[in-house]
T-cell receptor, first 117, second 116 residues
Framework: EAGVAQSPRYKIIEKRQSVAFWCNPISGHATLYWYQQILGQGPKLLIQ????????DSQLPKDRFSAERLKGVDSTLKIQPAKLEDSAVYLC???????????????FGQGTRLTVV | AQSVTQLGSHVSVSEGALVLLRCNYS??????LFWYVQYPNQGLQLLLKYTTGATLVKGINGFEAEFKKSETSFHLTKPSAHMSDAAEYFCAVTLFPSGGYQKVTFGTGTKLQVIP
């Protein structure tokens, strides 16, 4: 099966500019995650969708970050305006929904490496 | 709150030597535990997972991990390191907060270097 697709792979922008990332999850996966991975750290969850609804966005800096998954399939993550500390790899992951309390594997995309200069 | 601690941000082993990457977790309820591997400029790939049942879990590429509840540990091992094992490894714990949706927390990662 096709994996999680992300684009672009790399992006360099100046601070205060805007940027958007796109994610296409595995077909049929209801759960979608965006993670931020700063160099030398583990991935940090930014936002979690279940279909087109937000389940958890407690660690999303909402003053500058936004995300949507309008049709419950593709998702975009936007940063506006970007700061130097936003330089990181942004990972998208998706997971099949097997019901409450059922554990399934999350599949990750290759990520988008953002450099803010 | 759940958390994961990986001891050692960098581990070096000789090719053919035992690989041991340490992970300790903190969880108020029985956890589900994972190990992921990340190769340079790649996403995360699942190595193995523990949910319930047998505490010794075997994964891909010859890796295995043992869930030890008394020690709150889930260390990753491989009997004989191969050059292709050089990568960064992440331990992760998942819980089910209210609503039943899985939430995954990652450790800070351990970078494995294999010396020829």
């Amino acid at each position: 099966e096709a994996g999680v697709a992300q684009s672009p792979r790399y992006k360099i922008i100046e601070k205060r500019q805007s940027v958007a990332f796109w994610c296409n999850p595995i077909s049929g996966h209801a759960t979608l995650y965006w993670y931020q991975q700063i160099l030398g750290q583990g991935p940090k969850l930014l936002i979690q969708f279940q279909n087109n609804g937000v389940v958890d966005d407690s660690q999303l800096p909402k003053d500058r970050f936004s995300a949507e998954r309008l049709k419950g399939v593709d998702s975009t993550l936007k940063i506006q305006p970007a700061k130097l500390e936003d330089s990181a790899v942004y990972l998208c992951a998706s997971r099949d929904w097997a019901g409450p309390l059922r554990n399934t594997e999350a599949f990750f995309g290759q990520g988008t490496r953002l450099t803010v200069v | 709150a759940q958390s994961v601690t990986q001891l050692g941000s960098h581990v070096s082993v000789s090719e053919g030597a035992l690989v041991l990457l340490r992970c300790n977790y903190s969880s108020s309820v029985p956890p589900y535990l994972f190990w992921y591997v990340q190769y340079p400029n790649q996403g995360l790939q699942l190595l193995l997972k523990y949910t319930t049942g047998a505490t010794l879990v075997k994964g891909i590429n010859g890796f295995e991990a043992e869930f030890k509840k008394s020690e709150t540990s889930f260390h990753l091992t491989k009997p004989s390191a191969h050059m292709s094992d050089a990568a960064e490894y992440f331990c992760a714990v998942t819980l089910f907060p209210s609503g039943g949706y899985q939430k995954v927390t990652f450790g800070t990662g351990t970078k494995l270097q294999v010396i020829p």
